[in-house]
């Protein structure tokens, strides 16, 4: 994965990363490759994407922070739907990720 430039292909203790298929996922507009089935978080930090929402009252910027789904922090709107946690939503092919602005909104479902 070359458009991936922060993503670890050879750990110091666990090894080289296994292969798994790659799909298209759309992040604020970009299409981005990812590994399907790794957390949509691992995506984003791969490439370099730190950020996932904005707070409430101040617009502060947060992102991943426990990576284990009991913060909130790394919440995003995914496919319409606010308040998704990035950290254990596993990646599929198609996915539309945008940055989530203080509450999110739900967007009209698409068709299927």
Do not use: K, N, Y
Not at 59 to 83: H, K, T, Y
Not at 90 to 108: F, S
């Amino acid at each position: 994965m070359s458009d991936a430039p922060f993503r670890i292909v050879a750990h110091p203790h666990l090894g080289p990363l296994p292969t798994a298929e790659t799909v298209p996922i759309t992040v604020d507009g970009e299409s981005l490759d990812a590994r399907a089935g790794e957390p949509v978080a691992a995506t984003l930090l791969a490439h370099g994407r730190r950020i996932c929402r904005t707070t409430i009252r101040t617009s502060e910027a947060r992102g991943v922070f426990c990576a284990i789904g009991l913060c909130g922090d790394c919440a995003m709107q995914i496919d319409g739907v606010p308040g998704v946690r990035t950290c254990i939503t596993p990646v599929r092919a198609g996915m539309r990720v945008e940055t989530q602005h203080g509450l999110g909104a739900w967007d009209a479902p698409t068709p299927r």
